[in-house]
């Protein structure tokens, strides 16, 4: 017998979102109560940048999303993945620098060159 699929707008995913903030349950116990999947709560928490946060952030954020109503729903989609975006952005660069750190020290330690230099042949 197969499940029908519950859509929630953004108002209700807040909601559920506080809900389970605040419930002290754990995800998978909170998530089964909806009937959800199991990673539905987490990719929602996402979507609105509350992965990890204190529920003072959270409320924060839920204020900022209730002054604004009448953002459309591809407005806060929009919104939510540009800030997806700069984090994945920030991670790229740290790993970026890492990289270069470790190419630094090899080349130091080991006494080689292993960036090409310009002009060389190839």
């Given at each position: 017998m197969e499940q029908e699929t519950r859509r929630?707008?953004?108002?209700?995913k807040l909601q559920i979102i506080e809900e389970?903030?605040?419930s002290g349950e754990s995800m998978e116990t909170f998530q089964g109560k909806y009937g959800m999947g199991h990673c539905t709560?987490?990719?929602w928490m996402t979507k609105f940048g509350l992965?990890?946060?204190s529920q003072k952030q959270f409320n924060e954020m839920k204020k900022a999303v209730e002054r604004a109503p009448e953002k459309s729903q591809r407005e806060l989609?929009?919104?939510?993945?540009v800030a997806?975006?700069?984090k994945e952005l920030k991670e790229e660069k740290l790993?970026?620098?890492a990289f270069s750190t470790m190419i630094d020290v090899a080349e130091e330690e080991l006494g080689i060159d292993i960036r090409k230099?310009?002009?060389a042949k190839q």
């Open positions: 929630y707008n953004d108002a209700e389970y903030m605040n709560l987490s990719r992965s990890n946060t989609t929009l919104e939510a993945k997806q975006l700069e790993k970026s620098l230099k310009a002009g």
